[in-house]
Nanobody
Framework: VQLQAYGGGLVQAGGSLRLSCVAS????????VGWFRQAPGKEREFVAA????????YYADSVKGRFTVSRDNAKNTVHLQMNSLKPEDTAGYYC??????????????????WGQGTQVTVSS
């Protein structure tokens, strides 16, 4: 499975962005998909995840109520809608999936396939 994330950019605090993650090579409709982010000098952290069917979602406390993850399996795409963005949301955002993530998980090591990342920069 090859994943490509896009939709990042520069936005002012309080603004919104919508990230997308598109899978190719093989469908990821049977697996959960996670979003992670990494800022310079910091470890990669979990942001959100969605189950294979979209019926279950999970969010980091830092983004709960502001971010929404969704998926369209017919289009092999997962979205991350980010509202009320804050400067501390600035990071590279990565989508991930894998055969082992049958259920939603926050642990990066359980994901086998990663996209190349898309940069989100929030100015104050």
């Amino acid at each position: 499975v090859q994943l490509q994330a896009y939709g990042g950019g520069l936005v002012q605090a309080g603004g919104s962005l919508r990230l997308s993650c598109v899978a190719s090579g093989r469908t990821f409709s049977s697996y959960a998909v996670g979003w992670f982010r990494q800022a310079p000098g910091k470890e990669r952290e979990f942001v959100a995840a969605i189950s294979w069917g979209g019926g279950s979602t999970y969010y980091a406390d830092s983004v709960k109520g502001r971010f929404t993850v969704s998926r369209d399996n017919a289009k092999n795409t997962v979205h991350l809608q980010m509202n009320s963005l804050k400067p501390e949301d600035t990071a590279g955002y990565y989508c991930a999936t894998g055969e082992r993530v049958v259920v939603v998980t926050t642990t990066p090591d359980e994901y086998d396939y990663w996209g190349q990342g898309t940069q989100v920069t929030v100015s104050s």
